[in-house]
């Protein structure tokens, strides 16, 4: 079956440091991959998204690139600021299972000022 | 275009109750999705409906049940609540197409005493 893996937390930056974090996948098809992230207190906010291998997704000065070899999807950002403080979701959609969407657990990023 | 909306956004239930959940899509979507959101469990998928039928389906108890009206607005009912049942429901909604992204409402926070 489909899953996705990502690295733990918490995350704790300081402002304008480089953030990656990591996000491996299982799948029996080809999936689109996708990043979702959750400010405290609201629902899930589609960050960036990718369909199809070598694409690369990016918003907001996020960037992830599907890599089918390593069956990764990893999210960067350059220079963090502290409205980047969040939980971060990968996740996966895929037809074997239905398009449902496969979550990984969420990483927390806490960026200090 | 106005975004998914849940009500009510809080709910406080006891043991044994049963609760009903809303979730009005974008405008033009037609396909609605729920999601369990809890820490021990993380983002676990309920069911999805188009065009008033279900489609999908995830490993929830019977207890938990849904529905779609014709304006492709979405209920969930759960029945007989446990304290396990505490957690974020949160819905998201798309076109109805295979890989296509789902955009999530806020979510409705349920707590079981």
């Known amino acids: 079956g489909?899953?996705?893996t990502q690295m733990e937390g918490p995350v704790t930056l300081s402002e304008e440091a480089f953030l990656t974090i990591n996000c491996t996948y299982t799948a029996t098809?080809?999936?689109s991959l996708f990043w979702y992230v959750q400010y405290p207190g609201e629902g899930l906010q589609l960050l960036l998204k990718a369909t199809k291998a070598d694409d690369k997704g990016s918003n907001k000065?996020?960037?992830a690139t599907y890599r089918k070899e390593t069956t990764s999807f990893h999210l960067e950002k350059g220079s963090v600021q502290v409205s980047d403080s969040?939980?971060?979701f990968c996740a996966l959609s895929d037809?074997?299972?239905?398009y449902k969407l496969s979550f990984g657990a969420g990483t927390t990023v806490t960026v200090r000022a | 275009k106005a975004g998914v909306t849940q009500t009510p956004r809080y709910l406080i239930k006891t043991r044994g109750q049963q609760v009903t959940l809303s979730c009005s899509p974008i405008?033009?979507?037609r396909s609605v999705s729920w999601y369990q959101q809890t820490p021990g469990q993380g983002l676990q998928f309920l069911f999805e409906y188009f065009s008033e039928t279900q489609r999908n389906k995830g490993n929830f108890p019977g207890r938990f049940s849904g529905r779609q009206f014709s304006n492709s607005r979405s209920e969930m009912n759960v029945s007989t609540l446990e304290l396990g049942d505490s957690a974020l429901y949160l819905c998201?909604?798309?076109m109805g197409q295979p890989q296509e992204t789902q955009y999530?409402?806020?979510g409705t926070r349920l707590l079981v005493l």
Do not use: L
């Open chain 1, 95 to 98: 037809s074997s299972n239905d």
């Open chain 2, 92 to 94: 998201a909604s798309s």
């Open chain 1, 2 to 4: 489909n899953s996705v």
């Open chain 2, 104 to 106: 999530f409402g806020p």
């Open chain 1, 29 to 31: 098809g080809y999936p």
């Open chain 2, 27 to 29: 405008s033009g979507h």
């Open chain 1, 86 to 88: 969040a939980v971060y």
């Open chain 1, 61 to 63: 000065g996020f960037e």
